[in-house]
């Protein structure tokens, strides 16, 4: 599974983010049972958010099948987050799909014709964000090189991928969303690769 996170918009001051990929809790340090309990809530819901996605995905295939197990999940999933916030909160996820290398030469080639307009298509299509991150993805290698030991630039030390980014009232309604729309975008990918090998094949 790719790597997403989560992030909760109360304040700039308290945001905590999840990694789903490696499982790790980035918090201030633990110096009372209060931190220590909230370390544990946050991992709990990091597993329920797995377990919602990973169920999300067998549901598009198989639409009848665990409808019982999805709505036990998200009743557990809303009552654990809404103990952990006074009032209603937005809530962002985000996850990586990386491209493939000839993905990557196909970018750096047709930027300009495909950068905003595909992305575009993309997000009116998903309801989500869609940027593109990672190495070469400002299309000016001097500016990366100094930009990429910045704060907040650290994606220029990664992979060319795309980054899927979901916002929802809950965090439910959220995952549901990110879920579908990395769905969409791989789709849509596969479908791309595939149209470009047979075109490939008729010019040979």
């Not at 549901?59 to 103990?83: A, F």
């Not at 009032?87 to 950068?115: G, M, P």
């Not at 989500?128 to 650290?154: M, P, T, V």
Request: charged share 25%; proline share 1%.
């Amino acid at each position: 599974m790719d790597s997403f996170w989560l992030v909760e918009n109360n304040s700039e001051e308290n945001i905590d983010q999840i990694d789903y990929f490696s499982n790790n809790c980035n918090y201030r340090p633990l110096n009372d049972l209060k931190s220590f309990e909230q370390t544990n809530t946050a991992r709990y819901l990091n597993e329920l958010i797995m377990e919602l996605q990973e169920l999300n995905e067998i549901g598009m295939e198989y639409p009848r099948l665990l409808m019982h197990v999805h709505i036990l999940l998200t009743t557990e999933l809303n009552k654990e987050w809404q103990s952990q916030t006074l009032e209603e909160a937005n809530v962002t996820l985000q996850e990586k799909i990386a491209l493939s290398k000839e993905q990557s030469v196909e970018y750096a080639q047709k930027a300009k014709n495909l950068h905003y307009d595909l992305l575009k298509h993309l997000e009116n299509e998903t309801n989500c964000q869609i940027l593109i991150r990672g190495k070469g993805s400002l299309l000016d290698h001097r500016l990366e090189s100094r930009l990429k030991n910045y704060a907040g630039w650290e994606h220029l030390s990664e992979p060319l991928h795309l980054l899927v980014r979901a916002n929802d009232s809950t965090i439910t309604l959220c995952t549901m969303k990110l879920t579908s729309g990395v769905r969409y975008v791989k789709q849509y990918l596969t479908r791309k690769r595939s149209a470009d090998s047979n075109q490939m094949k008729e010019h040979r």
